[in-house]
Structures are given as C-alpha cells and as structure tokens.
C-alpha cells in the first residue's frame, strides 16, 4: 500500500508543476487547459487566491512575498511521499487529511468565490482524495488486526 500512496502522490506532484507552470506563464497566453468559459486554469491560477497568503485586492501580481499554492500542492504531495514509503502511517493520514482539506477549501474557492474551474486542481482534489482513502483504510485494518491480537493474546 505504501507504493500505491506514493505512486497517487507522485501523480500529485506532476498535476500541481502543470498548475505551476500555467501559473509562471504569461498571463496573456491562453493555457492549454482554457477550455470553456467555466473550465479556465489560467484564469484560477492567476487569481489572487493563487498565492499564499493571497494577494489584496490593490496589489501588484507580481510583488510581495508570495508563495504559488501549487509549489504548496509540490511539496506536499513530496511529504506524503517520503512519509508513505517510511510506512509513517499516522503522520501520512494526518497530512493527507491537511491535504484534502486545503484542496476543499481551494475547490469552494473556485465553485463559490471566483466561479471558474481549474482542470488541474480538481484532479489534485480527486488525488487527496484517493490518499485520503488508501491511508485511512490502512490505519483502520492495522487498528482491527492489532485489536485482534491484543484479544487473542489475553
């Protein structure tokens, strides 16, 4: 199992540099995931939302100190990585659940606040997703044998 999370985290990792890399284009190119009026992952990673902490509404785009949500989305795939082939089973549930988690809150932000679509965030929402489910029945079958074991050895 731990080759599975880490494969669904390396898919993690390239969907997130696709979205980094619209997000470093230019914004006057059309991107290739441009596909309809509500499907435009160049208009969501060039929001403001698209850095943290996000942008203010005044603020030049290119200034400050930002960092782009998909280098987060990068290097936390990578942590769910290394923290699923060290079989840290309880740290690789807790930070898919952070994972899932951001990528929801990213996903109300494109359904509710901007109202365009990224093609490439909800593929990394259905991926946490995926890691999110693969590392929790993980812990739930170790809890059960390990119940197993304790009420055998007594």
């Not at 619209?22 to 990673?45: I, R, Y």
């Not at 946490?128 to 007594?154: C, D, K, W």
Request: with cysteine; aromatic share 12%.
């Amino acid at each position: 199992m731990k080759y599975l999370v880490a494969l669904l985290a390396v898919a993690g990792i390239v969907v997130s540099s696709m979205a980094l890399h619209v997000h470093n284009m230019d914004p006057s190119q059309a991107p290739p995931c441009a596909v309809t009026e509500k499907f435009d992952c160049g208009a969501v990673n060039h929001s403001r939302f698209a850095v943290f902490p996000p942008r203010s509404f005044d603020e030049d785009p290119k200034g400050g100190h930002h960092i782009p949500i998909a280098t987060l989305g990068i290097v936390g795939y990578a942590l769910i990585a290394i923290l699923a082939l060290t079989s840290q089973w309880w740290l690789t549930f807790q930070a898919s659940l952070i994972a899932f988690m951001f990528a929801a809150f990213l996903s109300y932000i494109e359904a509710y606040i901007l109202e365009k679509w990224c093609i490439y965030c909800l593929w990394s929402q259905g991926i946490a997703a995926a890691i999110l489910l693969v590392t929790g029945f993980v812990l739930a079958t170790r809890t059960i044998q390990s119940r197993r074991l304790n009420a055998a050895e007594r």
